[in-house]
């Protein structure tokens, strides 16, 4: 066997890998996917997917897309999954950036305003709406959810707030 050639058991991690990937691209919704570049062909095979309910037709399906996959570049692919799924650095770092925002918001009153001068397209009556439910909570489960909530608004602000990707 010649040094350049790939091993037989290469060849299938490979497509088990790619196969995989495409797998996780079809369980992305559609606003998750459209963050995606595919080309049209593995864009239409996805939606293909979704519109099929046997097993059996499922399983070609993804085997077909994973053939498919064998054409984009893998790395890219996977790189931008980490980031929606929330799995890589730069989305663990914005998590957390956003989580500390939601505690300051909610500890200090002062930090609404410098967070409205830092984010100048967020809705002020809205933030303000859900810091004051947090607050207003009689018991832990409402304030967890009122938190939540919280952070759930300044995510979707944040994303729509022409901040880099």
Do not use: C
């Amino acid at each position: 066997m010649a040094l350049d050639e790939v091993s037989k058991s290469e060849r299938k991690r490979d497509a088990t890998r790619l196969q995989n990937l495409g797998r996780a691209l079809t369980e992305l919704n559609a606003t998750q996917l459209a963050q995606v570049r595919l080309s049209d062909v593995l864009a239409k095979a996805i939606t293909d997917y979704h519109r099929i309910s046997t097993n059996e037709a499922r399983r070609r399906q993804l085997q077909f897309i994973g053939k498919l996959m064998r054409e984009v570049d893998a790395t890219t692919l996977e790189t931008t999954l980490e980031r929606i799924e929330g799995r890589s650095a730069r989305a663990r770092f914005e998590r957390r950036q956003i989580e500390a925002w939601r505690d300051r918001l909610i500890a200090e009153p002062v930090a609404l305003t410098e967070y409205l001068a830092a984010h100048h397209d967020t809705d002020r009556q809205e933030l303000r709406h859900h810091i004051q439910r947090v607050h207003k909570a009689r018991d832990t489960q409402r304030q967890r959810t009122a938190a939540r909530a919280l952070f759930r608004f300044l995510r979707s602000s944040e994303k729509g707030s022409g901040q880099p990707d």
